[in-house]
C-alpha cells in the first residue's frame, strides 16, 4: 500500500529502533540471563540479529536452547528487562515533541511491538507519556505477535477507520510485512534496527529523523 498522507488519521509505531533506542537494554538484559546460565555473551550490535520477532526468539537466538529450558530462560529475560538497575533507553532524538505535536492535531496514535506487554508500557510512561497513545499493544499469553495484522486491525476498529487511513510506522523487515498483511501504508526509519538496503529495494517510504517523518506524514 502506497502512502498518501493526505488520507492518514491514524499512527500505528513500532517501539524498538522506532520510538526509543532500547538496543543497548535489550543486550543487557540478555548478557545479565546468559551469565545466569554460565552461557557465552553477545556484543550489543551482534544482538539485532536476534531482535524483531519477540523476546522469545531473541532468546532462542542467544541461548541456543530449546523447551521448557528456553521457556524458563525467556522468563528470566523478561524480569531481567524490566528490573535493569542501570536502564540506557532513551527517545530518538526529536521523537517526543512530533508526538506531542500530531497529538495535538487530532491525529489517532497508537503502538504495535513484540516486546512483551509490561516492559512496553513501562517504557512508555517513562519516556513517551501515556496520554498520547489510544492503544498500546505488546506481546502477552495471547501470543500475538507481528507480522500478525491483527494489532492493526484493533486499532482500526476501535478508532473507527479504515485500514487504508493509517499507517505504520517502523524500522525493519518486520513492520513492513505487518504493514503488508494488514493492507495499510508503512514508513521506516533509517536511523533504526533493520535492514535498510532491503526495505529501500521493496519501495518503502523511508525517513532519516523526526523532522522528514512529519513532512512525509502532514505533506
Known amino acids: 500500500m502506497t502512502l498518501q498522507s493526505s488520507r492518514i488519521r491514524g499512527l500505528i509505531w513500532d517501539m524498538d529502533g522506532t520510538l526509543l533506542n532500547t538496543l543497548d537494554d535489550i543486550a543487557a538484559a540478555l548478557n545479565e540471563t546468559l551469565r545466569a546460565h554460565h552461557l557465552p555473551e553477545h556484543a550489543p550490535r551482534e544482538t539485532l540479529d536476534g531482535i524483531g520477532h519477540g523476546s522469545r526468539y531473541l532468546c532462542e537466538w542467544g541461548s541456543g536452547l530449546q523447551g521448557e529450558a528456553l521457556d524458563r530462560f525467556t522468563e528470566e529475560y523478561r524480569s531481567n528487562a524490566v528490573n535493569l538497575a542501570h536502564p540506557q533507553t ?15 492535531s487530532g491525529m ?112
Open 90 to 104: 532513551r527517545p530518538f532524538d526529536g521523537i517526543v515533541e512530533l508526538l506531542h505535536d500530531l497529538h495535538g
Open 108 to 219: 489517532k496514535m497508537g503502538i504495535y511491538t513484540n516486546k512483551p506487554q509490561l516492559w512496553t508500557e513501562k517504557l512508555v510512561q517513562r519516556h513517551l507519556g501515556e496520554n498520547l497513545f489510544d492503544c498500546v499493544i505488546g506481546t502477552t499469553a495471547e501470543g500475538l505477535l507481528k507480522p500478525d495484522p491483527e494489532g492493526i486491525f484493533r486499532m482500526c476498529r476501535a478508532w473507527h477507520l479504515d485500514v487504508h487511513e493509517v499507517a505504520m510506522i517502523g524500522d525493519s523487515e518486520v513492520d513492513v510485512q505487518t504493514a503488508q498483511n494488514a493492507g495499510c501504508a508503512c514508513i521506516c526509519m533509517t536511523y533504526g534496527f533493520g535492514r535498510m538496503a532491503e526495505i529501500r529495494r521493496m519501495g518503502i517510504p523511508t525517513a532519516d529523523n523526526a523532522g522528514a517523518l512529519r513532512a512525509l506524514i502532514v505533506s
